[in-house]
């Protein structure tokens, strides 16, 4: 399967933005899926997650209550819907595949990787 994340751009402090992560190959359909990040000089960093059928999503606690991570099966995309965005939001957005369906925010669950796309917040 290859992944590809796109969406990402330059916007305002409090603005919102959407990421799109698009599975080619085969179906993600079974499997968890999860957004990261990763900003200059940092560590990347797990955002959100969600489950085989949609019904269970995690988010790490700096993002909980404004992004919204969604699914379609049918298109095999991931989605993440980023509001209220900070300037501290932005980093490089990945979208990775886990092996198994349930939720999980532990880097090493997740073995297929998309190629990243940049979110810029300016103040």
């Known amino acids: 399967v290859q992944l590809q994340a796109s969406g990402g751009g330059l916007v305002q402090a409090g603005d919102p933005l959407r990421l799109s992560c698009a599975a080619s190959?085969?179906?993600?359909?079974?499997?968890?899926m999860g957004w990261f990040r990763q900003a200059p000089g940092k560590e990347r960093e797990f955002v959100a997650t969600i489950n085989w059928n949609g019904g269970t999503t995690f988010y790490s606690a700096s993002v909980k209550g404004r992004f919204t991570i969604s699914r379609d099966r049918v298109k095999n995309t991931v989605y993440l819907q980023m509001n209220s965005l900070k300037p501290e939001d932005t980093a490089v957005y990945y979208c990775a595949q886990s092996i198994g369906s349930s939720t999980t925010d532990h880097t090493g669950s997740y073995r297929k990787w998309g190629q990243g796309t940049l979110v810029t917040v300016s103040s």
């Open positions: 190959g085969r179906a993600i359909s079974n499997n968890a």
